[in-house]
């Protein structure tokens, strides 16, 4: 039986991986994480925040530069980081790109009373999208609101928007615990008191409602409410690993605010030597034919003991 979650004993997390793997992390310099780049697991380092926040708005331009009336095509894009958004409107603005062929998938939303949370909401990741980045864009310019999806507690739409065009990229941030969207650890019941679900059971996920691990809860609150925990909603509905895989390309922003100097380096370890363990959801990604991992090289961190 591996040892129980040394923060939330009912739940699977990275407090229950191997000792050797948790330490072999802790000892990475920022220059190794840039040689545990692999063929299909890419690491990239970004001197300045202003090439880094740029570099990740860019990345919806060559997306929907890429859409067409044959072939539409779009990307899959976070809230946390928020940064790029306004930048994403911006460099729509000025280059007078015709989103008429785009699309844009949510990642995730708040669950409240079972339902999605409203757009008056006041953590709405629809309604950051909205008034960061399509509100800003000239009228003429707007993709049409059909091609925008957002989930929804009932997922059945959103899940089949996924094949109404290519999604180039999905781009997300990576939380304390270990997740991309809202793919929390699972909690430790039965069947899997003992053990993890294998990731070839958790890849089976699709677009759902899931319960928050107490970690991303306290995150939550602390990025987004000044630390009052208990406006943080404690349900989310997430795109899942199986939409995931339908993205070409996985782009995941680290510019050292979401998660710290340790989670950084474990994901970045565990994909790139192909250990991908449930309890770290994001390791899973080291099954993904194409994962590039952003760093802004100094929200990277140490790992070494210091007294404040």
Not at 1 to 27: C, F, G, Q
Not at 179 to 190: T, Y
Request: glycine share 6%; proline share 9%.
């Amino acid at each position: 039986m591996r040892p129980l979650s040394k923060v939330a004993p009912e739940w699977w997390d990275y407090t229950t991986l191997d000792r050797a793997i948790l330490d072999d992390a802790a000892r990475l310099t920022a220059d190794d994480l840039l040689s545990l780049s692999r063929p299909g697991f890419t690491v990239k380092f970004y001197d300045t925040i202003e090439d880094f926040y740029l570099a990740e708005a860019l990345e919806y331009i060559t997306s929907w530069r890429q859409a067409t009336p044959e072939q539409p095509a779009g990307i899959c894009g976070p809230i946390g980081p928020t940064e790029q958004l306004p930048l994403v409107a911006r460099l729509v603005n000025e280059l007078e790109i015709d989103l008429r062929h785009a699309h844009f998938w949510g990642m995730d939303e708040w669950v409240v009373d079972g339902k999605e949370a409203s757009i008056d909401f006041p953590l709405s990741f629809a309604r950051a999208d909205m008034e960061l980045c399509f509100n800003r864009i000239r009228p003429e310019l707007r993709m049409p609101q059909e091609n925008i999806h957002f989930p929804a507690a009932d997922p059945t739409e959103y899940i089949a928007s996924w094949g109404q065009a290519r999604c180039l990229v999905m781009q997300g941030g990576q939380g304390e615990v270990k997740h991309w969207a809202f793919n929390d650890p699972p909690k430790r019941q039965a069947p899997y008191q003992d053990n993890p679900p294998p990731p070839e059971v958790y890849r089976q996920l699709t677009t759902r409602v899931v319960d928050l691990h107490p970690i991303t809860l306290i995150q939550n609150a602390r990025t987004s409410s000044g630390g009052v925990v208990q406006n943080v909603p404690s349900q989310a509905i997430t795109v899942g690993p199986v939409e995931t895989w339908q993205a070409e390309k996985v782009s995941i922003w680290h510019a050292g605010t979401h998660d710290n100097p340790f989670g950084l380096r474990l994901t970045t370890l565990m994909i790139s030597k192909k250990i991908p363990d449930t309890a770290v959801p994001m390791s899973l990604l080291a099954d993904h034919p194409n994962v590039q991992f952003n760093f802004l090289r100094s929200g990277i961190g140490v790992c070494e003991a210091e007294m404040h």
